[in-house]
């Protein structure tokens, strides 16, 4: 029996989906579970939305497919359906948008609801209601269900727009799971606009480790590798029914600038290229590498010899692609991007972590965010009248870097 004066909820979780794995399913049932056992809410209805085409992420396969997978995938469940509005648009649809669409859904049919509630209460025999059942009669609430990485993107530049995410997080309501190595209540702490609307955001805590990760899943499928038991097995069927997730289907989009990046940072930008970053550049400054080495975990011994090295940074620029090298005496790195494209980065002679990367334009700034086990993490670019300025981030440390152009090379 319903518990008198909880609030019903529905779970809206928006995304590539591309595939849809377990991961995604489980993390309906870990929100359902954390909401009503505070004892306020009751989850009545999980929706999952795939995102269009126009999304233009890489390797993002057909709609189609993906809504067809994603349907397959919640056969047997009861409460999670799959809405196919999103992926049926010919532009891609902000986030705050999609979410505005099935508020009015529930608000549509809520008005239904209520006429047809007025007649039967009408016909009813020998039937009192209570002001408390009329209260828990009340049209559910709509939350949005998201991972770590996601509350986490709202901090890339251009990514999101200010007012939808205070939209999203203030109005409607947001349940984040956390994954292994993240920690949003920190990145909340450092957001003054979630710290604003922090009581309208849920963390649930996954203690059983599932790093299902959907760029793993696809690497496996192209290699020929099993994926049981990390998809539905009527999602692995499919997917070998019309051969996909390919070599070829890992190129889709590799040469378009994701689509929010497009919209919001505008033609201007998008025309801005690193012409002026583009040289050779001597260390001159480095303010807090030692506390940055620590934040990333570096050994003792490393740090010191780290200390005593000055880096050189040779930056250049091959059509949209963009590569930084970082030289000294020790050993070199080099990191190649394209401006809106997120890659996968493996941070080799440093702290040897395998982390997500997406560089975007911050104003006049290139500015880089690294998802991986450390939390904050990241860099920033730019030119400041002769020099090249360097912040590197993580965990709260910052480091300070100054370098200057080398003329002779």
């Known amino acids: 029996m319903e518990k008198l004066g909880t609030k019903k909820v529905v779970l809206l979780s928006c995304g590539s989906f591309n595939p849809v794995t377990n991961l995604h399913l489980r993390m309906f049932e870990l929100a359902r579970d954390h909401l009503e056992e505070t004892g306020q809410y009751k989850v009545v209805k999980g929706i999952i939305s795939v995102v269009g085409d126009a999304y233009k992420k890489r390797s993002l396969i057909e709609a189609e497919h993906r809504l067809k997978m994603a349907r397959l995938a919640v056969e047997d469940s009861d409460w999670i359906t799959v809405d196919a509005w999103e992926s049926s648009q010919q532009e891609w649809m902000e986030t705050v948008k999609v979410v505005r669409h099935h508020n009015q859904q529930l608000l549509d049919a809520d008005e239904v609801d ?75 702490h450092q957001s003054d606009m979630l710290w604003e609307f922090r009581n309208n955001i849920h963390i649930v805590h996954e203690w059983v480790a599932n790093e299902i990760s959907a760029t793993h899943v696809r690497r496996a499928l192209r290699r020929g590798h099993s994926v049981r038991y990390l998809l539905p097995d009527r999602v692995i069927n499919y997917i070998k029914e019309n051969h996909l997730y390919t070599a070829e289907s890992d190129q889709r989009n590799a040469e378009v600038l994701l689509a929010p990046l497009q919209r919001y940072t505008g033609n201007s930008e998008l025309s801005k290229m690193l012409t002026s970053f583009c040289g050779t550049w001597d260390m001159i400054s480095n303010v807090n590498f030692e506390g940055y080495m620590v934040a990333l975990g570096v050994s003792p011994p490393l740090r010191k010899i780290a200390l005593k090295l000055k880096l050189r940074k040779v930056i250049e620029q091959k059509g949209d692609q963009y590569i930084i090298k970082t030289t000294s005496t020790l050993k070199n790195y080099t990191v190649s991007f394209r401006v809106g494209q997120d890659f996968a980065e493996f941070t080799q002679g440093l702290d040897n972590r395998h982390v997500k990367s997406l560089v975007t334009w911050d104003g006049d700034k290139l500015a880089c965010a690294q998802t991986g086990e450390k939390q904050g993490r990241g860099w920033i670019h730019w030119i400041q009248e002769d020099k090249l300025y360097l912040e590197l981030h993580c965990e709260g440390e910052v480091c300070h870097q100054v370098f200057k152009k080398n003329v002779n090379e």
């Not at 993107?153 to 200010?162: A, C, D, E, I, R």
């Open 114 to 188: 209520t006429v047809n509630y007025g007649k039967k209460r009408r016909i009813r025999d020998n039937h009192y209601e209570s002001p408390f059942e009329n209260e828990n009669r009340g049209r559910p609430q709509l939350m949005l269900l998201c991972g770590g990485d996601m509350l986490e993107s709202f901090g890339v530049p251009n990514l999101w727009k200010p007012e939808d995410i205070a939209e999203i997080v203030g109005h409607f309501g947001l349940v984040c799971i956390t994954r292994a190595g993240s920690d949003p209540h920190k990145f909340i």
